[in-house]
T-cell receptor, first 112, second 112 residues
């Protein structure tokens, strides 16, 4: 069974304190790994897609990396507005279609 | 602006009542999806549709029904058979299997 595990469940940082979120996965035939940001009461907002081990993507203070078993979302010098829940999802073929399997998310709080 | 519109934002259901959640997209995306989000759990797939007039059950389809009569619309009905309907419901769409899914801002369903 395809599984996605995100850690930690919650993370508190001081403004400017860099850290990383982890997404480990077990799937057969990874077709893509996606990172989303979700604010309270809102739908997930797409951040990155990673397709193969060694790939990296960057956007402002965020950088996503991918290995064969996990992905990291690195947050450099975070600001309070980076506070949100970050979701990881993997895409793998299931029964002739491509489905997303989501992790439970990491709730990030950045204190000023 | 192009996007995905879910309505209503909040919905209340009485015992024995069916309710319908609306999802409309003007992104010209072929595929559309319905997810359920509960506290402490990852998004779970209810139904998806890859083309008009066709849809498939996801992982938790029992107690739900959908239709896809138009490319831009994918309504979800929560029937009285769904005994635990209280949740945050998210609709998503994507152009094809190589693109990320994009989400609406959700409908929160509660029981009266």
């Amino acid at each position: 069974e395809d599984q996605v595990t995100q850690s930690p469940e919650a993370l508190r940082l001081q403004e400017g304190e860099s850290s990383s979120l982890n997404c480990s996965y077990t799937v057969s035939g990874l077709r893509g790994l996606f990172w989303y940001r979700q604010d309270p009461g809102k739908g997930p907002e797409f951040l990155f897609t990673l397709y193969s081990a060694g790939e990296e993507k960057e956007k402002e203070r965020l950088k996503a990396t991918l290995t064969k078993k996990e992905s990291f979302l690195h947050i450099t010098a975070p600001k309070p507005e980076d506070s949100a829940t970050y979701l990881c999802a993997v895409q793998a073929p299931q029964g002739g279609s491509e489905k997303l399997v989501f992790g439970k998310g990491t709730k990030l709080t950045v204190n000023p | 602006d192009g996007g995905i519109t879910q309505s209503p934002k909040y919905l209340f259901r009485k015992e024995g009542q069916n309710v319908t959640l609306s999802c409309e997209q003007n992104l010209n995306h072929d595929a559309m999806y319905w997810y359920r989000q509960d506290p402490g759990q990852g998004l779970r797939l209810i139904y998806y549709s890859q083309i008009v007039n066709d849809f498939q059950k996801g992982d938790i389809a029992e107690g739900y029904s959908v239709s896809r009569e138009k490319k831009e619309s994918f309504p979800l009905t929560v029937t009285s058979a769904q005994k635990n309907p209280t949740a945050f419901y998210l609709c998503a769409s994507r152009r094809n299997q190589n693109q990320p899914q994009h989400f609406g801002d959700g409908t929160r369903l509660s029981i009266l």
